[in-house]
């Protein structure tokens, strides 16, 4: 099959980057011809197909990007006659690149998926977070509140921008344009039925990663519990960073962010707690390899994260919050779980964790034949209809 797969960045920036480039690969692998279509961006990776791309968003742009630019329109439609795809494969498309492309590929027959990587077509701000807690006024279909609250960083002019783009790509539009909504969790599926999307095209289908590199020993493991994430409020570092500190058990932090430097300063003469900063995807399964469990304390609707996935497929088990679609992800044996943003169900939880006698070679074992990329392949092209 010829697939065109589309997301507004090409490296591996963040999950809905990884998912892009890991399925580009596996499809390759398959023997599918694959072309890309992306945004032009300094910290790209080199591909083929980045002469169809527009320019990396001016500020002039994003008045008239998220609408549907000549710029985008045109690239992509003379991709589309140039490759000529047999499914387009939508992922973290808007703002710089618009859903104009999903209209584009619809109305010329071509078969198209979105793999809904956040909460952008059910809340313009894209996590459903307002004041540092959840918020779902605009599932309703009514976007004015994001212009009311000034959702999209605290700006007037940013916040109405996204309410109109919400409007003009709604939701009776994108499902007309769209085959298949693709939900890694059942949470992200529930709240799009939720948000009037149709049941139909709802499908899910939780991430797949490369189980090859988790190919390490898993029985040894070292006296530390580890966090792999951004540094940001959404992710609940703050609580995460409050109960280690009080515990005696030591945890190696991995990761950057707008908390970083706050955070270091905060926890300085915590000798129990270990900064290591932003580190690379090798030093991650290393770190996740040799910890005795790992631990997401997110306080917002996660979808469906690498981190956990990532973690199980190394055979560590996981500590994670009881929001979005975490839970989905720790059944009995692999990990607990605790109240999100509750210091006291966190503390209970690592303890638990640390006391408990887990069997790695099994965890691993179970999430490898759950997470491989084969039992992704097969489902994703019955969707295709390969």
């Not at 960045?9 to 390759?28: P, Q």
Request: aromatic share 12%.
């Amino acid at each position: 099959m010829r697939i065109l797969l589309c997301n507004k960045f090409y490296y591996r920036r963040g999950g809905d980057c990884t998912y892009t480039m890991n399925l580009e690969s596996l499809l390759k692998e398959r023997g599918h011809e694959v072309a890309v279509y992306s945004m032009q961006y300094p910290e790209n990776e080199e591909s083929p197909w980045s002469g169809y791309w527009p320019s990396n968003m001016s500020k002039l742009d994003a008045f008239v990007r998220p609408f549907g630019s000549s710029k985008v329109v045109k690239g992509f439609s003379r991709l589309l006659d140039d490759f000529r795809p047999d499914v387009v494969h939508l992922n973290n498309i808007h703002t710089q690149l618009s859903p104009v492309i999903a209209q584009i590929a619809h109305e010329r027959g071509i078969k198209v998926l979105w793999t809904v990587h956040d909460y952008k077509l059910l809340c313009p701000r894209y996590d459903c977070l307002r004041n540092g807690k959840s918020c779902e006024l605009c599932f309703s279909g009514d976007k004015s509140h994001c212009f009311r609250y000034s959702c999209i960083k605290g700006s007037k002019i940013g916040s109405w921008i996204g309410k109109r783009e919400a409007e003009k790509w709604n939701r009776e539009r994108l499902d007309s344009y769209v085959d298949y909504f693709v939900c890694p969790s059942r949470f992200m599926a529930g709240k799009m039925l939720q948000g009037g999307f149709s049941e139909s095209k709802l499908v899910t289908l939780h991430n797949f990663i490369d189980v090859s590199k988790c190919d390490t020993a898993v029985s040894s493991r070292e006296p530390y519990y580890c966090y792999v994430g951004r540094l940001s409020e959404e992710k609940g570092v703050r609580t995460l960073l409050k109960v280690a500190a009080r515990l005696p058990y030591r945890l190696k932090v991995a990761g950057d962010g707008p908390l970083a430097e706050e955070l270091r300063r905060g926890y300085d003469g915590a000798d129990n707690i270990e900064f290591l900063g932003r580190i690379s995807g090798g030093e991650v399964y290393e770190l996740m390899s040799r910890s005795r469990f790992s631990v997401i304390t997110s306080e917002w609707y996660e979808n469906n994260p690498f981190s956990v996935i990532e973690s199980l497929c190394m055979g560590t088990p996981v500590v994670g919050a009881e929001i979005g679609g975490i839970p989905e992800l720790i059944a009995d044996g692999v990990g607990f779980t605790f109240g999100s943003g509750d210091a006291a169900s966190l503390a209970e939880a690592v303890e638990n964790a640390w006391n408990a006698g887990f069997d790695y070679a099994a965890i691993r074992s179970a999430s490898v034949a759950k997470f491989s990329s084969g039992a992704y392949y097969d489902r994703l092209m019955a969707l295709y209809g390969g």
